[in-house]
């Protein structure tokens, strides 16, 4: 059984909004100090180029 998250970063400041996904199949904690969380939620930010006043994260799980 292969397990595969969607993992989807959002940052929201008051001006802008911008959305990234990420399909990941490696184990990870869904907390913000887990190591692949981190990477999703810097390279968004990186390139979202927005200063964040919120950022999120949702995760979808699909069992296949």
């Known amino acids: ?3 595969v998250t969607e993992l989807t970063v959002s940052i929201k400041n008051s001006e802008q ?3 990234q996904k990420f399909l990941l ?3 990870y904690q869904i907390t913000s100090d887990d190591p692949i969380v981190k990477k999703c939620i810097d390279e968004t930010l990186a390139n979202s180029k927005l200063e964040p ?3 999120s994260v949702r995760v979808f799980l699909s069992i296949q």
């Open 1 to 3: 059984m292969t397990e």
């Open 17 to 19: 909004s911008y959305k």
């Open 25 to 27: 199949q490696e184990p």
């Open 53 to 55: 006043e919120d950022i």
